[in-house]
């Protein structure tokens, strides 16, 4: 995906606003309001937490407007929360 493509969200969006695991392939992660991640998972490998890799104190929330995109050639494919809602940017 574009980098344009990206940020207008081209590919559509699915919104997260439970602690029930969301399996989407997705871009980016768009946090909506304040937010815990329990999981994030990359690249359809079950079971992986990479969250740690994309935020650096991963037991607290991460504020509204926060735009958490894949590292290289990764996407991804399942997330977890805690508490919050966050719009997964679907396409890879």
């Given at each position: 995906?574009?980098?344009?493509?990206?940020?207008?969200?081209?590919?559509?969006?699915?919104?997260?606003?439970?602690?029930?695991?969301?399996?989407?392939?997705?871009?980016?992660?768009?946090?909506?309001?304040?937010?815990?991640?329990?999981?994030?998972?990359?690249?359809?490998?079950?079971?992986?937490?990479?969250?740690?890799?994309?935020?650096?104190?991963?037991?607290?929330?991460?504020?509204?407007?926060?735009?958490i995109?894949?590292?290289?050639?990764?996407?991804?494919?399942?997330?977890?929360?805690?508490?919050?809602?966050?719009?997964?940017?679907?396409?890879?």
């Amino acid at each position: 995906m574009t980098d344009s493509g990206l940020i207008a969200a081209a590919g559509g969006t699915y919104i997260v606003n439970n602690t029930t695991e969301v399996e989407k392939q997705c871009a980016g992660i768009y946090v909506i309001e304040e937010t815990v991640f329990l999981r994030i998972e990359a690249n359809g490998a079950t079971g992986t937490d990479v969250k740690a890799d994309y935020i650096q104190t991963p037991e607290t929330s991460i504020k509204a407007g926060t735009l958490i995109t894949p590292i290289g050639d990764q996407y991804f494919s399942a997330v977890t929360l805690t508490s919050g809602s966050v719009a997964l940017i679907l396409g890879i």
